[in-house]
């Protein structure tokens, strides 16, 4: 099932902070975070790996509740670049599967001077 | 060093059609995955080749299959289009079967009429 995102759109000033949660019903084994811009391909930000470990962004942060099967991206400090759809992509960690991803239903961040 | 690279760019075919897509991967990936981007969603997972097999396959129809060549590019072959078919189709290359980050190529944009 694909997970649930919130919120669905969002639009900042520059400067201002942003944070993008998503959800899943199933238990997760990792969430994968990437930005799209229109008519562009998904670009890599960030993985969350149960246990805590997180690879990507320095300037981007995140969070994984393996409890609640959560994950929160945290934008600071906005910028214009930082406009698009972003997605979580959801794994469950299926033994030797590799990046079987799910994503999710996309939250559209829109940064405005 | 180029990234991933997929061809056509664009593509309009009749209901009933084959078609062929093809991928080359980023240098030093191994890993191809294809995914299906409808207007205005997230991708989905079609299916992941690694070593030449497939090793995990979404919820697709046996009408989607693939290949994978020993110098690691893919093709995703589609048979009997329908106009459901009508999508954005992203190839994604990452290393291995870990959890590593998956780099995107910009896609061929498939229209069925």
């Known amino acids: 099932q694909q997970p649930v995102q919130s919120p669905q759109a969002v639009i900042l000033r520059e400067g201002e902070d942003a944070v993008i949660n998503c959800s899943s019903s199933k238990a997760l084994y990792s969430v994968h975070w990437y930005r799209q811009k229109h008519g562009e391909a998904p670009v890599f930000l960030m993985i969350l790996l149960k246990g805590g470990e997180q690879k990507g962004h320095e300037k981007i942060s995140a969070s994984f509740n393996e409890k609640k099967q959560q994950s929160s991206l945290y934008l600071t400090a906005s910028q214009l670049s930082y406009s698009g759809t972003y997605f979580c992509?959801?794994?469950?960690?299926?033994?030797?599967?590799?990046?079987?991803?799910?994503f999710g239903t996309g939250t559209q961040l829109k940064v405005e001077l | 060093d180029a990234g991933v690279t997929q061809s056509p760019t664009h593509l309009i075919k009749t209901r009933g059609q084959q078609v062929t897509l093809r991928c080359s991967p980023k240098s030093g990936h191994d890993t191809v995955s294809w995914y299906q981007q409808a207007l205005g969603q997230g991708p989905q997972f079609i299916f992941q080749?690694?070593?030449?097999?497939?090793?995990q396959r979404g919820n697709f129809p046996d009408r989607f299959s693939g290949h994978q060549f020993p110098n690691y590019s893919s093709e995703l072959n589609v048979n009997a289009l329908l106009l459901g078919d009508s999508a954005l189709y992203l190839c994604?290359?990452?290393?291995?079967?870990?959890?590593?980050?998956?780099?995107f190529g910009p896609g061929t944009r498939l229209t069925v009429t």
């Open positions: 992509g959801t794994d469950k960690g299926v033994t030797g599967g590799g990046n079987k991803l799910t």
């Open positions: 994604a290359s990452s290393v291995g079967l870990g959890l590593y980050e998956q780099y």
């Open positions: 080749y690694y070593e030449e097999e497939e090793r």
